[in-house]
């Protein structure tokens, strides 16, 4: 049972890993001994991030949205530290604004970052998970892919696209023996979030809406994450397990 759960010497791969959840998962792993690969777009980010963070930790500086720079850089992470284990998605932006007055480069940016990457990242690292018959796959989707807010629509749109996107990998690439799931946060406070943690109105309505009455804590989803990393969720395919303190259980 003890190994059931165990992520040891697994290779991670998580982009957008330099600050909020993303890091806070790169931090979990690395405390479970995994082999975890930093990613984001700057590479004083990157560096910075490695050189805190205590484990066998790496980083890889390059945009998701970069099709070429993907795959090479894929491709180098499996010479230079080993063969991708577990692939969690989580680089993911906003561009706030109303339906009626979103510009269609935000509307563009936000579907490119939040989905397109993500299907193409996978892409490629499932090219080498095919081989191995062996692969982990966690997409960061939202409680927005259930529930919509003003002035988020292409963020909501996004993320209700990832959770096809999590089924469709998932019956496409079973049989190859590689899982694919997706974990959906609620709301957490993060540096991302702060803004909204200091909106009273808006602290005091997240908090009226969550049974467990509170923001979650980014610790809160590492759990989570190790379970849908490791062996013990071999069986487990398809799915988005939401970590929202109750929320979509509660009118």
């Not at 690969?37 to 066998?56: C, H, K, M, P, Y």
């Not at 930790?57 to 850089?73: I, L, N, P, R």
């Not at 988005?240 to 259980?249: C, K, R």
Request: aromatic share 8%; glycine share 10%.
């Amino acid at each position: 049972m003890k190994n059931l759960f165990s992520v040891e010497k697994k290779v991670v791969l998580i982009t957008g890993s330099t600050r909020g959840l993303g890091l806070s998962f790169a931090r979990g792993f690395a405390d479970s001994g995994a082999k975890v690969i930093i990613n984001g777009r700057n590479q004083d980010a990157v560096d910075q991030t490695v050189s805190a963070l205590d484990g066998d930790v790496t980083g890889f500086a390059f945009d998701v949205c970069d099709t070429e720079s993907v795959k090479a850089t894929i491709n180098n992470i499996e010479e230079e530290v080993g063969p991708i284990d577990v692939l969690i998605n989580n680089a993911g932006i906003h561009r706030r604004a109303p339906l009626e007055e979103m510009t269609m480069e935000d509307w563009n940016t936000v579907m490119d970052v939040n989905l397109n990457s993500v299907f193409y990242v996978s892409q490629c690292v499932f090219a080498k998970m095919k081989d191995r018959k062996k692969g982990k796959i966690i997409n960061i989707s939202s409680l927005n892919a259930e529930a919509a807010r003003p002035t988020i629509g292409n963020y909501c749109a996004s993320k209700g696209g990832l959770k096809m996107l999590t089924k469709s990998m998932a019956t496409e690439w079973g049989k190859h023996n590689i899982q694919v799931n997706a974990i959906g946060p609620g709301y957490f406070q993060t540096e991302l979030t702060k803004k909204l943690v200091e909106d009273q109105g808006f602290n005091s309505w997240v908090k009226s809406e969550v049974p467990q009455q509170r923001w979650g804590n980014p610790d809160e989803l590492i759990g989570t994450a190790i379970y849908l990393a490791s062996e013990a969720s071999s069986y487990v395919n398809g799915h988005t397990v939401y970590v929202d303190g109750g929320w979509q259980s509660s009118l």
